[in-house]
C-alpha cells in the first residue's frame, strides 16, 4: 500500500495542531487558554460589580488603573488566538511538504523524496476526523490534513500507519 500526500497547512490546520499539542502535551497551559480566558471575564464582571457597589465613582484616583485592569482582562482570550496567528505566519514556509508513506516508511522532501523516516521513529498517533498527526517527539510531529491526499485513501491510511508502527491511532475530537 502506498500514500502520497502534499500538505500546505493553513491556519486553520495550524490551529487545530496547536490546540492539541497543548491540550496532549501542554495541558496546564492548554486549560489555561481554554479556562482561563473565560474566568478572566467573569472576573472582570465581578470587579465591575464589585466596585460599582463600592462607589468607585466617587473616588476617581481608583478609575484610571481599574479600567486598564478590565481592558487587559478582556483582551486575555483573544491573546492566544493572536499568538497562534503570528506564529503560522513565521513558520509559513515550513509547512508545505511533500511526503511518500510506503512498506518501508515514510519519505520526504520535494524533488526526490530524499529524507526517510523509518516506522519505529514514531512515537505517538492521533486522527482528528480532518487531519492526521503523527508525533516524532514530543515537540514535533507530520500534520497531514485529509484533503492533501494525492494518492491512496484517507480512510486507509490510519490503520496502515497504527500497523507499521505498532501504535494505537487515537481519535480526537
Not at 28 to 39: D, E, S, V
Not at 59 to 65: C, D, E, R, T, Y
Not at 115 to 122: E, L, R, S
Request: aromatic letters at 16%; one cysteine or more; charged letters at 20%.
Amino acid at each position: 500500500m502506498k500514500f502520497e500526500i502534499k500538505t500546505d497547512l493553513t491556519e486553520k490546520d495550524f490551529t487545530a495542531y496547536y490546540e492539541l499539542h497543548q491540550k496532549v502535551h501542554a495541558r496546564y497551559a492548554y486549560y489555561f487558554n481554554k479556562y482561563g480566558g473565560i474566568a478572566a471575564v467573569i472576573l472582570a464582571v465581578i470587579l465591575t460589580v464589585l466596585m460599582i457597589v463600592l462607589r468607585m465613582w466617587e473616588n476617581k484616583g481608583v478609575l484610571v488603573p481599574y479600567c486598564i485592569f478590565i481592558a487587559l482582562l478582556v483582551a486575555l482570550p483573544f491573546v492566544n488566538r493572536w499568538m497562534i496567528s503570528r506564529l503560522y505566519q513565521a513558520n509559513k514556509a515550513m509547512l508545505r511538504g511533500e511526503y511518500r508513506f510506503d512498506e518501508k516508511g515514510v519519505w520526504t522532501g520535494a524533488e526526490n523524496m530524499s529524507g526517510v523516516y523509518t516506522w519505529n521513529a514514531f512515537q505517538e498517533l492521533y486522527h482528528s476526523g480532518r487531519a492526521y498527526y503523527l508525533y516524532i517527539d514530543r515537540a514535533h510531529a507530520i500534520v497531514l490534513p485529509e484533503r492533501s491526499f494525492t494518492q491512496g485513501e484517507p480512510a486507509a491510511f490510519g490503520p496502515f500507519v497504527a500497523e507499521k508502527t505498532g501504535l494505537e491511532m487515537k481519535e480526537i475530537q
